[in-house]
């Protein structure tokens, strides 16, 4: 059967004969849609007035899944265009991404993702940002030069991308991009690299041994570049800047809080003994449990209730907001810290020295008092 998207992948529609699988599943002859192979999602659209809910292989055969049954016939078939665009343009700017890390930067493609929302690849050394940079500005060059996208048949001496060993199929379908790149792929492109329009490197990080890189492309390449020149702006307005000069304001302002934030401890930390000596004593299981519960920073819960624990020669819970946390050198704290989230929810855990968590609502000292007595 002939399949359009690999030499015409500018054709949107066609009359096809249609073939019953089973219900709400048919093949087409010739093929219009891309199936989900490749890592590129599979097109959408209609055969005559049945939506393509999806289209994938089966037994080596390309089966289109239907939302209604049809009967074998012809019908005209139309791809959703956007989509094939969005897919097509983003498999396309992977291959130029592929070809020119191997050829000018040394890198292997290990693994490749064509999504809708985001599109990713990944190498097999760990690169910097400035590589990155330069792999972008090589790619938008292939870009402005409009190369043809050529599509060939059984060619030698050809590899697949990702495991670098020779292809051996019945047929062989290969995508040539000029000098830049030549690879097996069973994947739909655009006709010429111009019809990108633009290709963005969005993000780098670390991947085992080797990087990913996020990308995207054409429309979904100039909304991100536009959400984040928006939120430069923001930015600069918020902190009456230039753009070169957020980094250095940020590290400063960064530096600020982190210095606040310890300063504020330091006060907190001066009042907990106070805090300490005012919780609410309950008795449980013959022995004192003091209960505190106070607006402190998270960080210093688990602190305020131990020095709970030792004033009261007991238990000693410490609640601020949500998160909780009981030390105690009588009752199994772990068994406690249960006992609680029976009623209020939560998770967490620990040992019957310290346990802590968090709890899926606030509680009341009252409440906490009742759960406490309540489970003896």
């Not at 690879?183 to 655009?190: L, M, N, R, T, W």
């Not at 609680?340 to 709890?359: C, D, F, H, W, Y």
Request: charged letters at 25%.
């Amino acid at each position: 059967m002939k399949r359009l998207y690999w030499a015409q992948p500018d054709t949107f529609e066609a009359e096809v004969d249609v073939a019953v699988v089973d219900d709400r599943a048919v093949t087409i002859d010739p093929i219009l849609f891309h199936p989900d192979e490749g890592g590129q999602p599979a097109d959408l659209g209609t055969i005559g007035d049945a939506n393509v809910l999806n289209v994938e292989l089966v037994d080596g055969r390309i089966v289109h899944r239907l939302d209604k049954s049809l009967a074998a016939g012809t019908y005209t078939a139309r791809v959703d265009r956007q989509r094939r665009e969005h897919t097509a343009g983003h498999h396309t700017a992977q291959h130029i991404l592929s070809g020119l890390a191997e050829k000018q930067f040394g890198l292997k493609t290990t693994s490749v993702h064509i999504g809708l929302q985001r599109c990713t690849v990944d190498f097999d050394r760990k690169i910097e940002w400035d590589t990155v940079a330069a792999l972008e500005r090589a790619a938008m060059e292939v870009v402005t030069r409009n190369l043809p996208v050529e599509t060939v048949f059984d060619e030698t001496d050809v590899r697949s991308r990702d495991d670098l060993r020779a292809v051996t199929s019945d047929v062989i379908r290969v995508v040539k991009i000029a000098d830049c790149d030549k690879s097996a792929c069973c994947g739909a492109h655009v006709g010429t690299t111009g019809q990108i329009g633009v290709i963005r490197l969005c993000d780098v990080e670390s991947k085992k041994q080797g990087t990913r890189i996020t990308f995207l492309a054409g429309a979904k390449a100039l909304e991100y570049s536009q959400a984040e020149t928006s939120v430069l702006r923001e930015l600069r307005k918020v902190a009456n800047c230039s753009t070169p000069e957020l980094p250095t304001i940020f590290e400063k302002a960064l530096s600020q809080t982190k210095e606040l934030a310890k300063e504020v401890d330091q006060l907190w930390s001066q009042r907990l003994p106070d805090l300490a000596a005012s919780a609410e004593v309950v008795e449980v299981e013959s022995s004192k449990v003091g209960v505190q519960i106070a607006d402190i920073p998270e960080t210093l819960v688990a602190k305020l209730a131990a020095l709970i624990a030792q004033a009261t020669a007991g238990a000693g819970i410490a609640i601020s907001g949500v998160r909780i946390a009981i030390n105690s050198e009588t009752l199994d704290a772990g068994a406690l810290l249960r006992r609680i989230q029976t009623v209020a929810g939560g998770k967490g855990g620990g040992s019957p020295k310290a346990a802590n968590g968090r709890l899926d609502r606030g509680i009341t000292a009252g409440e906490l008092a009742a759960i406490l007595k309540g489970g003896e």
